[in-house]
Every structure is written in structure tokens, then in C-alpha cells.
DNA sequence: ATACACATGAACCGATCGGTAAACGTGAAT
DNA sequence: ATTCACGTTTACCGATCGGTTCATGTGTAT
């Protein structure tokens, strides 16, 4: 298998654990979805847990570079693009196939903090917070690691609740919330 | 199997559930661990599912009494309650066998908007919304809906936070965000 | 003592779990 | 044309999945 066939099987398999989940995907069912056959994807992954560990690679990846090419199409105001996070949450919120985090299920699902499959998903939080931080450094926040933990709170929980409750409603709160929280953190 | 017996089963069963997940814990694990045979936990629930909801039952009673009494017990004024929520939170939090929330957990396993335990899920946390407005309504909030809103965002973002990255940084957190947003939102 | 109701554990069901072994097909190098 | 290497298919492994059947208690009422 070449490496772009890899990397065609971990993007497919990202797909099928994000809208099946991880213990319920089994890997017959997913050498099927993906097309590709059980012995060929032990070829490259010694285990499940392997392959899941590069599909949260994968996902960190896309998810971090999107939210931040996002973010700068935006706005180019530091200030104003710690609210555009939020508008940029709202546009994925309402996309058809969105089903929570995918980082989210998987520490729910893999509970123990020593799990790596645990340890990856705190990890993909700790680098939007560090992304988080740096906008709100150059905002000019008071206490921009503060301010950068306050809305990725409220971003977990936008995350939450529009897979809950519905994308809409939630996508207005959060974004007024930020604002609100922002405004504080800014203003002497 | 008397009343008492089938309520202990559930009691059982939903830790069992809550700290090793849904799909992960099979029947006859959870047969072993709760002392009761599986014949005799299928005399009493059909499917695997119905156990499932009847703990979700329980866990939402359970959760929603502990916060509203614990709040109660904290704060008299009903602004000062508002900031309770995220006290009593953080004494979650920290409790030895806290493991997020079992809803967030259910709802990241069973991701289909219209499956019993998806739609059980969503009630819980719109039952906390309704507490939330009650006590913003109180607090004489301008929009008591749209403040219970935005704290329910800090606090099922805290809950995620909080298990992925640890208590005490978090609840801090949390606490401060929700002093601004209730601050924003009863000041003229 | 005997009959009945009921709860129990254990064995069992087909299906599926994560993972492996080996047979088979195909292309390139000789 | 023959060999070699490699990727794929298929069948298979023991274990476990959710759920059922049944034989064996065990207690109670007559």
C-alpha cells in the first residue's frame, strides 16, 4: 500500500469512527467502509487502537489548521478575532455531517487519563488553548492565558450543546458569552 | 426480584457505566460486577438499552436534586446562587471517581439525534436549563433564558475541561466567566 | 409430604469482536 | 517461461457480544 493509500485509509476511517464511534466500529465493518481489507490495514497498524491514534492525528491536524485559517479570513483585528473563533464554530456547527468533537467522544469513551487515546485528546485542547492565548496576546487581553481558558470553556461547551440542543441557538449564545467575557478581559 | 433489589441494580449498573462506558461494559461484565445474574437483570429490562435508560433515569434525578440542594445550601441570595452553581461544580469536580458527565458520555456514544438515549440526554440538560432560568429569574436577570444559556455553555464546557485537563485550574475558571456573564447580564 | 411458583446459575445461541495464517493473484526481474 | 516478492482475499482463531433456554434449587402454601 503507498503512502497515499494511507493516508486515503486513515481519512476514510476518520470519517466512519467520527459519525459511528470507537468501540461500536468494529474492524471488519471498517475494512468495508473504507474498502480496504482487515489484513491490509494490519499491515500498516499494529492495532485498533494504533489506527485510532493516527485518525486523531489526522483530525487534530485538519481541525487546528481550519479553525485557524478560518479565523484569519474573518478578521484581521486581534480583538475581533477572538469573537470570530465563535463565528467560525458557528459555520461548523451547522455543517450537515457535524456530530461533536471528535476528541470529546473519545475521551469519553477512553476514560483514563494514562489512556494515549485519553492523553491525545487533552493534548488537541491544550493546542487551541495555546492558539487561544496568542490571539488574546495580541489583543492585548490583561491576562491572556485567562481569557484564552475562559472561552475554551465556553467553546466545549458550545461543542456540547449544539450537538444536543441544535447548532443555532447555541452558536448565539456562545458568541454573545465571548463577547461578554472578552469585553471584561480587555477594558481596564 | 423485589423493588429495592431492582433499584440497587440500577445504582450498580450505573457506575459501572459511568466509569467504564457504554458499549465497553457487556452484560455479563456488568452481570459479575453488580452480583446480579443476567437472567435475572433480563426479567426486569428487556434490552441492554432499557438498563441503560433506567440508570440515565436515575443519574438525572440524583444529579439534578445534588445541585439544586447543594446551591440552596451555599447561597441564600439568588444572585449569589448563580455563582453557587459553579462552587458545587468544583466540589464535583473533585471528587475522587469524577469522570465528566454521564450525559455527555451517552450522548458521544449514541450520536443519532433520535435514539432514546441521544434524546434522554438532551432532556437532562434541558432540565438544567429551566433550573438555570428559574434562578436567573430570580436574580432579576434582564433575559433570564439567555443567561441560563450561557451558563449552562461555561458549565458543560467546564465538565468537559475539567476531565480532560484537570479539576482546580477549571472550576477557577469557570467560577470567574460565570461572575462576568451574570455581571453583564443584571447591570443595567 | 407434596405441589406449585419463582429465582437462580450455567450452558448455550448465532453474531461479532480484534487479530492472524495461509492460499491465491499479479507484476517485475531474470 | 520461471521465479520471486508482495498485496489481497478468504477463512479462521479464541473470546466476547446481547440475549435465551433449561435444568436445578428453594421457599411457601396446602
Known amino acids: 500500500m503507498s503512502a497515499s493509500k494511507r493516508d486515503e485509509l486513515v481519512q476514510n476511517a476518520l470519517q466512519v469512527f467520527y459519525s459511528g464511534g470507537f468501540h461500536a466500529v468494529g474492524m471488519d465493518s471498517l475494512a468495508k467502509a473504507t474498502g480496504v481489507s482487515k489484513t491490509a490495514i494490519y499491515k500498516h497498524f499494529r492495532t485498533k487502537e494504533d489506527l485510532i491514534l493516527a485518525t486523531l492525528r489526522l483530525r487534530d ?6 479553525l485557524v485559517r478560518r479565523v484569519e479570513a474573518l478578521e484581521t483585528d486581534p480583538r475581533k478575532r477572538l469573537v470570530a473563533i465563535f463565528d467560525a464554530l458557528a459555520e461548523w456547527f451547522r ?3 457535524f456530530q461533536s468533537c471528535m476528541f470529546i467522544k473519545a475521551s469519553s469513551e477512553y476514560q483514563d487519563h494514562t489512556h494515549p ?3 491525545m485528546a487533552a493534548e488537541h ?5 495555546s492558539y487561544f492565548s496568542e490571539l488574546a496576546r495580541k489583543a492585548k487581553a490583561r491576562d491572556p492565558e485567562d481569557l484564552a ?4 470553556l ?6 456540547v450543546l449544539a ?4 447548532a443555532d441557538e447555541v452558536a ?4 454573545r458569552a465571548a463577547e461578554n467575557i472578552i469585553s471584561m478581559s480587555l477594558e481596564k
Chains 1, 2 share one sequence.
Open 61 to 66: 491536524e485538519q481541525f487546528r489548521n481550519w
Open 95 to 97: 455543517e450537515p455531517g
Open 117 to 119: 487515546i485519553h492523553v
Open 125 to 129: 485542547k491544550r493546542l487551541l488553548l
Open 149 to 152: 481558558r475562559q472561552l475554551l
Open 154 to 159: 465556553l467553546k466545549e461547551g458550545a461543542i
Open 163 to 166: 450537538h444536543l440542543h441544535g
Open 172 to 175: 448565539r449564545d456562545a458568541r
